[in-house]
């Protein structure tokens, strides 16, 4: 399928690979690079890094056409990049991709994504990762703000490479307009009301999970809320290696008999 004068980048998402945020962005960067879309049959967001240890994985190829092929996995994001770079033909990617996710990952979130799930398996295959979300939940989210900096820091990222053990997070305001781009970390935050207890008819309690996020550092301008609440483009450079270094001297004494 590929031109060798191109290019791979291999897309996976956690909306399913019929939402309208991977569409976008396999139409945003077909100039660029001969694309493999590998994603889930149905929404998994929530999955995280999960992947399918105990169920049967099955991979349909959905559509075939000159630079794109794209695939899906009745598995987890996860699943589907693990698939993908296995058993589809000529899948050796010069980049991984998760999304466009269809709402952010900012802060806290970062560890409950799918679609960053899909950026942290590809980095830890050493294969620049990169994911990009949308402040927007709708299935008819408008990406089209996106698409130049889609395209400028995908075609970045394919021409310099990323450091060892380092994706990155890219969340987008809803905003037409961005008022410029901002590399920021993650900020500290916390879910809360986050189960919601329902009775049924029948006479069995059963739950929702629901919740409300509280940003718990709003005045902090190095922070990715911080640039998205102000109509900046939030770019997180994020670790693989999740080490505390700075406490590992503070706990010496736990080496001791």
Known sequence: MTDNRKPLILISNDDGYQARGINCLVDMLLPLADIIVCAPEGPRSGFSCAFSATTPLLLTLRERRPGVEIWSCNGTPVDCVKMALSQIPGCKPDMV???????????????????????LEGCMKYIPSVAFSLCDHSDDADFEPLRPYVVRFASH????????????????????????????????????????????????????????????????D????????????????THIDVTAYEAMEGLKYMEQA
């Open 97 to 119: 991709i998760g999304g466009i996710n269809h709402g952010d990952n900012a802060s806290v979130n970062t560890h409950y994504s799918g679609t960053m799930g899909v950026t």
């Open 222 to 237: 190095d922070t990715d809320n911080w640039a998205l609440t102000h109509g900046y483009v939030a770019i997180t450079p």
């Open 157 to 220: 990222v394919l021409s310099n490479g990323l450091p060892r053990g380092v994706c990155l997070n890219i969340n987008f305001p809803l905003l037409k307009e961005f008022r410029g781009v901002k590399v920021c970390r993650m900020a500290y935050g916390t879910w809360g009301n986050e189960v919601r207890k329902c009775h049924h008819p029948r006479g069995y309690d059963y739950y929702w999970m629901v919740g409300s996020y509280q940003n718990d550092e709003p005045e902090n």
